[in-house]
């Protein structure tokens, strides 16, 4: 049996970093078909996830286009844990108002396209991380768990990733600049 090179293990290979672009795009297609076709609105914190993702995506498809050496490929890990963190903490919160009780959860406030037109970001970054009602509102299940429960677990699985190639490349022997 033919063991595979250093360069051929997932979290030493562009291979790793097209696969998790995939799963970003699969769940971006999904978010979209909820949207457009099933006729979801995306809460605020629902579009900062997506956002978390995109980023995140984009990352992934830096990292599959390009041959990174081992602070090529830290930089990109580490920028892709970030994004992931960010999104677990946003999808977090979401569980979190989720589960309040019904009568306890903020009240419903003003579009994201507004709130953006007239506040300044710092407040609207606020107003949304307070959460609304429709934040709260759950409109579909699959497998007893919400899209912001999917999200996280999602999220959660892309931190882990994510920590992985880091450690692979950390450990990765140091690159010969001179």
Known sequence: MLMPSRNQIPGHSRFAYFTAFLCVCAMLGVTYYLQFFANFKPCPLCILQRCALVAMGCVFFFGALLRLEKSGKLTLSALAYLFALLGALLAARQVWIQHLPPNTSPDCGASLEYMLQALP????????LVGGADCSH???TFLGL????WSLVSF???LFFTGYLFFTAWRAPRDRFF
């Open 121 to 128: 970001l710092l407040q609207v970054l606020q107003h949304i």
């Open 138 to 140: 759950v409109d579909w």
């Open 146 to 149: 919400s899209l912001a429960e």
């Open 156 to 158: 959660c699985g892309f």
